[in-house]
């Protein structure tokens, strides 16, 4: 019990720059206290989303064909060189990438938010069900998720946006039908050793009904599987949504999404490598910020978990 | 499947006689700290004993008392890097094991010093056969030219701990074997390397009742065979009283009381040993009075009071109690505690200095 | 000394399905959990059913709670069948029978506050205002040695023998005629456990509660119960009050259980018997009397027939051939 956890010790006597003390230090930050990947979230995701009206410099949609192509500031070597007035340079429709990825966050944090919580509300209540009920409703449902995590996701997507058309709900729609599984399996597998406590014995010799002991003594038991899931699926989502939007069946044109921008940025990668690089930056950092923000809270939240 | 006829074999056993030597292991002033972020874990603050070849040397005492984690700073396998021994000295044959590099720590374990640990679940590897695991076990300690000679040596082993039909046993794997046999199997790879000390941490409390009487007799056969000397860590005072000579009572970290068996359970000077004698229940006797009880609990070992560990439960605690931890009272019959209400008795003799 | 009869189980089986295959589940066997087995529990009184892992103790106290349904024979509370009770008498029957488990680390719900998990067979089957059910927990969490104050806090703040108390204080909410005590003492430590065993004495006396009692302890049982049940593989071998039954152990099993029990005496000079083997498997237990395999005593008869039950003194009950 005492030795739970991991324990940071300031190493004694050594010189800033020796291996323990940088390796101290940098754990700290990213093991301990998270706040570079929060910042990171913060900056790119959380904030533009919520205030890209004001904040961009541009309208993301605006057109201006005298501006096409124009690269980041920094880059002043070609015969077009960068402007203040566009940081991260423009496409080829002359249109503010910088203001374009700020809103495109907002598509972005939106699409992955609905998703988690259609996909999670889906998958955790048939995880709660078919975990605590057992028997053949347990085979169904666990027989219907294998079929889902047997399937094609990226073809399976393809072919509900074919049937349904290209829009920002079918966007969520195909992400939430792809995610649900996933709760599913992971809450199931929580809720099969939880049921085996003796807590839940006692709740039935109390006389609780099924729907209590699920709600009261067995749900708040799995919430905190719940939260590290998600923070990890963000990533997943957002990677997912920026795949189908680059594959032409998520978010459609001239929507400002992620996934969108590297696609339109393929046809001039050796030329103009900065209108898709760009927002793959912007992908990158969000999911990686969000699974190690994940794996953060795995750690803080499981040890919790285990006592129970 | 035994057959009928081997079923029953009390009469034809003795109890064996004990062939009590020199001093094997010499603990001294042994403290092992551990650093957490609530703050410093005394789990082992301040321990002095002595086994002698051939002794059963219990350690009782209650979850949290520091008991466990003697027997891992015995083997220096205590958990890093949050346990440190911070100071004392550990005598195994005359040598500070402490003093030793800890690549050759391997040398010490298993040959001179070894261990069986509560849960035989997890003693076992479940995906290598019995045989392989032994095998593995056994070639640290033999020279032998063939895997062949080790497998031999093995069943010997094997036969040894009272497993039936142990050529056919080698080949099992751990999860084909019930828990009474797979401790068994514990016990053998443990004086597989003839150690000198053998330490036993709780190692029946995962068995039934009837399968525990069998193992505890082995346990004393092997000794008797081969004077291993062993540490008996339990909290169940039946098992002591069974199979201990000598037994230490340890406290919120430290021991409280030590002495031979019987007068540890006759007449126990430590009010806290006084305690616990009086609150377990005997099946001897018809019950008409209430259990004694000791109300409280143990204080917190990273938060521990400066005077006796005790005295926030004691019956007889004084003042002096609170300000000074009590020093070690000794008599003639190597008995000793440490409380204050010993001082200024004839027979008890201050061996140690008060408030450490 | 007759005292009026609580609880009875009327030739109560338990068997468990073993399953071979996925999809269609094809049953090889049965584990012969509990066979056909009788006994009362008489009004604030406690009856221990004592053995080894796997001879179907726990099943019974499930069968009791209605945690399982037995396969045949039936329990009756009063005048009412268990197993078929619905709604105001289930109910009722919710709070007259409860439950303290092993583990208090694992008995209470860990996000539900104190206060919440007691009352909570009170607010499930009564018609109680918040106010009352709070008034009586604060009434049992001073009965059971702890302070009324403590009702908001959550169970992973308490001690283990405190939760053991919290677990008997929502046991005892509803108050109720009987409880199935699973272990209670075992997992805790050893003067927790002399705590815990008086605060129970104490409850039977002042509540008039009866108590099932399951524990491998025999000094425990001791200590406790007024009527002790020896069961093997499923099977009641011995049944006698406690002081007789400690006094005058007839069946060879109950010997040797008694005999390999440790008692805390270093001089303790006690006929030691131990058995050779290990229990043999519940789903094809061995004909006749169960134990003939492991008894010293076996003789022919004891393969081929099973033994009848006799009362060989005034209320002690024994299952063997010898007698």
């Excluded at chain 2, 339990?234 to 030590?258: N, S």
Aim: aromatic share 8%; hydrophobic share 45%; proline share 5%.
């Amino acid at each position: 019990m005492a030795t739970e956890g991991t324990v940071l010790q300031l190493p004694q006597r050594l010189p800033w720059y020796s291996v323990a003390r940088l390796r101290h230090l940098t754990n700290l930050i990213f093991k301990e206290y998270p706040v570079v990947w929060l910042t990171i979230l913060f900056l790119v995701l959380i904030f533009p989303a919520l205030t890209a009206d004001f904040t961009a410099p541009h309208d993301p949609l605006k057109q201006q064909l005298s501006k096409r192509l124009t690269p980041p500031v920094w880059d002043q070597t070609g015969d077009k060189p960068g402007t203040w007035s566009n940081i991260l340079g423009t496409d080829k429709q002359g249109r503010d990438i910088l203001s374009r990825i700020m809103h495109g966050s907002r598509i972005s944090l939106m699409v992955s938010l609905s998703a988690l919580a259609i996909g999670g509300t889906i998958g955790t209540t048939l995880g709660l069900v078919s975990g605590y009920f057992g028997r053949w409703v347990d085979h169904l449902i666990m027989r219907v998720v294998d079929t889902f995590l047997a399937l094609p996701l990226i073809l399976m997507a393809l072919v509900i946006v074919a049937v349904f058309g290209p829009s920002f709900y079918t966007a969520i729609g195909v992400i939430s039908v792809l995610l649900w599984s996933r709760y599913t399996r992971q809450i199931r597998a929580e809720v099969l050793s939880i049921k085996a406590l003796d807590f839940v014995a006692r709740a039935r010799v109390a006389g609780c009904s099924n729907l209590r002991i699920i709600v009261k003594h067995v749900f708040p038991n799995v919430v905190n599987t719940l939260i590290v899931l998600a923070t990890l699926q963000v990533g997943t989502v957002i990677l997912l949504e920026a795949t189908l939007s680059f594959l032409g069946a998520g978010i459609p044109r001239p929507n400002p999404a992620w996934g969108v921008m590297v696609a339109d940025g393929r046809d001039h990668i050796a030329s103009a490598w900065w209108i898709a690089v760009m927002p793959g930056l912007a992908i990158m950092f969000v999911v990686l910020s969000m699974n190690m923000m994940g794996d953060w809270l795995r750690d803080k939240l499981d040890p919790k978990l285990r006592q129970v | 499947m035994t057959s009928q006829a081997d079923n029953y074999q009390a009469e034809n056993y003795y109890e064996p006689e004990k062939n009590i030597g020199e001093v094997v292991l010499d603990v001294r002033d042994l403290r092992t700290y551990l650093y957490t972020r609530w703050g410093i874990t005394k789990a082992v603050d301040g321990l002095n004993f002595q086994v002698r070849a051939g002794e059963t040397l219990g350690i009782v005492g209650e979850s949290g008392c520091g008991k466990s984690m003697t027997a891992l700073t015995l083997l220096r396998l205590a958990p890093k890097p949050a346990a440190r021994i911070v100071s004392g000295e550990i005598f195994l044959d005359g040598e500070n094991i402490l003093e030793r590099p800890e690549n050759e720590m391997r040398f010490v374990r298993g040959q001179k010093i070894s261990m069986i640990l509560q849960d035989p679940m997890t003693s076992l590897n479940p995906v290598f056969t019995i045989g392989n695991q032994m095998v593995e076990a056994l070639g640290m300690y033999y020279q032998e030219e063939q895997q062949r000679g080790l497998r031999d040596r093995a069943v010997d082993i094997l036969r040894r701990m009272g497993v039936a039909a142990p050529e056919r046993r080698v080949m099992d794997f751990p999860h084909q074997m019930s828990g009474g046999m797979k401790q068994r199997v514990v016990g053998a790879m443990a004086i597989a390397g003839t150690p000198r000390v053998l330490i036993c941490d709780e190692p029946t409390t995962a068995l039934d009742v009837t399968i525990q009487a069998q193992y505890l007799r082995l346990l004393k056969q092997v000794q008797a065979e081969s004077g291993v000397s062993i540490i008996f860590i339990t909290h169940d005072m039946g098992v002591v009283a069974k199979m201990c000579d000598r037994a230490l009572v340890m406290y919120a970290g430290r021991v409280v009381e030590q002495g031979d068996i019987r007068t540890l359970f006759k007449n126990p000077s430590h009010p806290y040993t006084k305690a616990l004698m009086a609150s377990v229940p005997s099946m001897e006797e018809k019950h008409v009075d209430k259990l004694y009880s000791i109300e409280g609990q143990p204080p917190a070992l990273f938060d521990l009071p400066v005077g006796c560990r005790f005295a926030n439960r004691c019956e007889f605690v004084t003042d002096k109690c609170i300000e000074t931890y009590p020093p070690s009272f000794a008599n003639e019959q190597g008995h000793s505690a440490d409380c204050w209400l010993l001082e200024g008795q004839s027979e008890w003799r201050q061996v140690t200095e008060a408030g450490v | 000394m007759e005292q009026d009869v609580l609880l009875q189980a009327t030739d109560l089986t338990k068997y468990f399905p073993v399953t071979k295959g996925l999809v269609l589940q094809k049953i090889i066997g049965w584990v012969q959990a509990v066979d056909h087995i009788n006994f009362t529990i008489r009004r604030g009184q406690t009856l221990a059913l004592v053995g080894e892992s796997g001879c179907g103790k726990t099943t019974t106290a499930k069968l009791i709670l209605r945690l399982e349904r037995p396969t045949t024979g039936q329990i009756t509370l009063e005048t009412a069948d268990v197993h078929n009770l619905e709604g105001e008498e289930l109910k009722q029957y919710h709070t007259d029978v409860s439950a303290v488990f092993q583990d208090p680390w694992s008995s209470l719900s860990p996000r539900m506050r104190v206060r919440d998990i007691i009352s909570e067979a009170l607010v499930v089957n009564q018609k109680v205002t918040t106010k009352e059910a709070y008034d009586r927990v604060d009434y049992l969490l001073e009965s059971v040695g702890l302070r009324a104050q403590q009702a908001t806090l959550y169970p992973h703040e308490f001690s283990g023998g405190q939760r053991q108390r919290l677990a008997v204080a929502s046991a005892l909410v509803g108050n109720p005629k009987l409880i199935c005590l699973d272990e209670p003492v075992s997992a805790l430590d050893v003067s927790i456990q002399a705590q815990i065993m008086n605060l129970l004495k104490d409850l039977q006396d002042q509540f008039n509660v009866g108590y099932l009692l399951v524990a491998h302890n025999l000094a425990t049982v001791r200590y406790l119960a007024h009527e002790v049940a020896v069961m093997y593989l499923g099977e009641i071998v011995e049944q006698a009050e406690t002081d007789e039954l400690y006094d005058n152990t007839l069946h060879p099993y109950t010997k040797a259980l008694f005999s390999a029990a440790l008692t805390a005496n270093p001089d303790s000079q006690r006929e030691e018997i131990i058995l050779r083997g290990e229990v043999p498997s519940p789903i094809n237990p061995p004909s006749g009397c169960r134990f003939h395999v492991r008894c010293p005593y076996a003789m022919d008869i004891c393969s081929q027939e099973i033994p009848e039950r006799k009362e060989l003194a005034p209320g002690h009950f024994v299952s063997c051939h010898l007698y």
